[in-house]
């Protein structure tokens, strides 16, 4: 079955420390992948999201992700993190241009002033 | 900017009462979506439409049914509320193939 895995579900760190959020997905056809990030009593919003060409794609905020096909991964990464990072953050997936994009359970980062 | 609400920020119920949660979005898109959000269980799907009068059942479909009448506006029926349908629902809508938006979420509580 389609899935989307996300490899730690809470992530604790002090500012200006680095990031990577690991995001796995399981199908082997065309995949458009996405970050979603919700602050605290906000709505989801979309960080970043990879549609084809370059695999290192850039987001809002100094967030990247890389696309590692061979790996069926999609890392989301910053360099120094700050608290107001403090959120949760969800990978997300559309197989073959489907209409259900599929959520990985999400990662809490806790960020330490 | 793209804009999804919905009619609730928080609300509370009873055991067996009928719950409508709404949504409308202003983009004219023709996906719209129902999500529960439960801690360290992800956004799950209940039901999607991809056209007026036009449904789809997600993951967990059991307990809900939806409405679309019109393009904008999604609704969300718990036919008859149970405990363990209190969670944080959240209404997205997009184009197909497009990554999705989201509304700010209805917080049900089933006492």
């Known amino acids: 079955a389609q899935s989307v895995s996300q490899h730690n579900h809470h992530v604790i760190l002090s500012e200006a420390a680095s990031l990577e959020l690991g995001c796995n997905y399981s199908y082997g056809g065309t995949v458009n992948l996405f970050w979603y990030v919700q602050y605290p009593g906000q709505h989801l919003q979309l960080l970043l999201k990879y549609f084809s060409g370059d695999p290192l794609v850039k987001g809002i905020k100094g967030f990247e992700a890389e696309f590692i096909k061979s790996k069926f991964s999609f890392n989301l990464r910053k360099p120094s993190v700050q608290w107001s990072d403090t959120a949760e953050y969800f990978c997300?997936?559309?197989?073959?241009?489907?209409?259900?994009?599929?959520f990985g359970k999400g990662t809490r980062l806790h960020i330490l002033p | 900017d793209v804009k999804v609400t919905q009619s609730s920020r928080y609300l509370v119920k009873r055991t067996g009462e009928k719950v409508f949660l709404e949504c409308v979005q202003d983009?004219?898109?023709?996906?719209m979506f129902w999500y529960r959000q439960d801690p360290g269980l992800g956004l799950r799907l209940i039901y999607f439409?991809?056209?007026?009068?036009?449904?789809e059942k997600g993951d967990i479909p059991e307990g809900y049914s939806v409405s679309r009448e019109k393009k904008e506006r999604f609704s969300l029926i718990l036919e008859s509320a149970s405990t363990n349908q209190t969670s944080m629902y959240l209404c997205g809508e997009g184009l197909r193939g497009q990554p999705q938006h989201f509304g700010d979420g209805t917080r049900l509580s089933i006492l």
């Open positions: 439409s991809y056209d007026v009068k036009m449904k």
């Open positions: 983009m004219d898109h023709e996906n």
């Open positions: 997300a997936a559309l197989m073959n241009r489907d209409d259900k994009i599929i």
